[in-house]
């Protein structure tokens, strides 16, 4: 199949929204392109071809993607070859009734149709959806065009089996599946020949990883063996799913990075149940304690949401109460938002927006002054930062992060990105740590 133009190169503007798996699908997505005789641009006037790779966790995150659209089909009427696409988990989420909201759309593909992607847009008809989920489907032979840094991001295992009752990715995304582990070693040893340091693991539910006989723990290990690479982290793992392995790669494997995310949602039993998160909340207690216990130190966030249908007070200040316990070094917090095909949908949303509002407040004003205090109990110590690039601000400094993924600003002493250098906290606050160079 030759989809290359004969005459110039068609250019193609991609835009991404949502989460990291995302931000890697359209490094897939770039790469396929881009072997296909695509150029990039980052400018929607130059394009040929728009497509924005999108969210459908939350509502919110719809709208703002069919807000985006209505604003690029300018482009389109300005030139009506221009091709305007929709990748990602809201063509699978919404298929073919995206059409009704943006009949003007060309190609509507879901996460697991980018493979045939240049042949969509070639092909003459219109429009052209194929969101089909493929249980096998890992691209693992296709090679992404990571972006600039150090760090790349390498989707190991894709889907989710968890069907916890508010989310729709399992519906989106389809089945867990994994890379094999010599494709995931390839990957690696090809992001470290084009100068990455750092890879990141991505997976709906990471550490449900296995294949060919390798587990999560087993794959952290084989990639510690890579040459030339400095730091591995993964993102998102499910509690119920860690397991003595991963674990202990966390503790004893010193390219395996001291920063764990470990979703919580809530921190009430009862609503833990109605969300079909697998653990109760003594369990995830023991686990955090088990994990700070392996590996002294270690950074954590989580996710809360809070809201879900029959939410009580009394729920809601279990989960307030946790934040107290845990203290958290960053939690990401989220209002409850019904999504269609969940089996959440089906239960009255009893809780009001005010008072979601409400409750989201509280909690993110409280983590706020935990993650500064958690991050001022830092000043003094020296810390390695790997160097990502200039800073935005103040002038003449770089930006990196720390072992302990903490964004650390220092004056730039002529450290080239993927450089690690040894610094001391002079001060921190709630999301960002200030050093000097030791
Ligand atoms: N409403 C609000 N938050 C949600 N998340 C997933 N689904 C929903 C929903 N329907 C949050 C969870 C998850 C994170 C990625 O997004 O906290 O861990
Ligand atoms: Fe969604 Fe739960 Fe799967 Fe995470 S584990 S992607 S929250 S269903």
Redesign the pocket.
């Known amino acids: 199949m030759s989809a290359i133009p004969e005459s110039a190169p068609r250019k193609v503007f991609l835009e991404t929204y949502g989460?990291q798996m995302n931000v890697a699908d359209s490094e897939l997505v770039g790469g396929v392109l881009h072997r296909h005789g695509y150029l990039r641009t980052q400018d929607p006037a130059q394009a040929d071809v728009l497509l924005l790779n999108t969210c459908a966790?939350?509502e919110h995150a719809e709208e703002r993607v069919l807000g985006r659209l209505s604003e690029l089909l300018q482009y389109k009427h300005a030139r009506p070859s221009v091709q305007l696409g929709l990748l990602g988990c809201m063509a699978s989420h919404l298929r073919e009734h995206l059409l009704d909201r943006a009949p003007y759309l060309d190609v509507i593909v879901g996460p697991d149709g980018y493979r045939d992607l240049p042949s969509l847009l070639a092909d003459g008809v219109d429009p052209r959806v194929d969101v089909r989920l493929d249980r096998d489907e890992t691209y693992s032979d296709l090679t992404p065009d990571h972006g600039p840094g150090p760090r790349a991001w390498l989707t190991v295992m894709r889907g989710c089996d968890k069907f916890?009752t508010?989310?729709?990715?399992p519906f989106t995304r389809g089945r867990e599946r994994s890379l094999p582990p010599d494709a995931v070693v390839a990957q690696v040893e090809a992001a470290v020949a084009a100068g990455k340091r750092e890879v990141v693991f991505l997976g709906q539910t990471v550490n449900a990883y296995r294949a060919d006989g390798v587990d999560f723990g087993g794959l952290l290990r084989r990639a510690a063996a890579v040459d030339g690479l400095d730091r591995i982290r993964f993102t998102?793992p499910h509690p119920s799913e860690v397991s003595d392995a991963m674990i202990a790669a966390l503790a004893d494997e010193p390219k395996v990075m001291p920063y764990l995310h470990l979703?919580l949602?809530s921190a009430s039993d009862p609503v833990l149940e109605a969300m079909a998160r697998d653990y109760t909340i003594a369990q995830y207690r023991a686990l955090l304690g088990r994990v700070r216990d392996a590996v002294p130190g270690i950074a954590v966030s989580t996710?809360?949401?809070v809201g879900f249908p029959g939410e009580t007070e009394e729920d809601f200040r279990a989960t307030a109460d946790f934040l107290e316990e845990a203290r958290y070094d960053f939690a990401?917090q989220?209002?409850?938002?019904?999504?269609e095909g969940?089996r959440?949908y089906k239960i009255p949303d009893t809780v009001s927006e005010a008072e979601k509002g409400r409750r989201l407040r509280q909690l993110i004003e409280r983590q706020e002054e935990i993650s500064l205090e958690v991050n001022q109990s830092q000043v003094g110590r020296e810390v390695e930062v790997m160097v990502e690039g200039p800073a935005r601000r103040p002038p003449d400094h770089v930006v990196g992060k720390t072992q302990s993924f903490k964004t650390t600003v220092f004056r730039d002493v002529g450290a080239k990105p993927g450089e690690r250098v040894r610094v001391r906290v002079d001060s921190a606050g709630a999301h960002t740590l200030r050093a000097t160079p030791v």
């Open positions: 989460c966790i939350r916890c508010f989310c729709v990715v998102s979703p949602q996710d809360i949401i990401y989220f209002k409850y938002s019904p999504r969940t959440a």
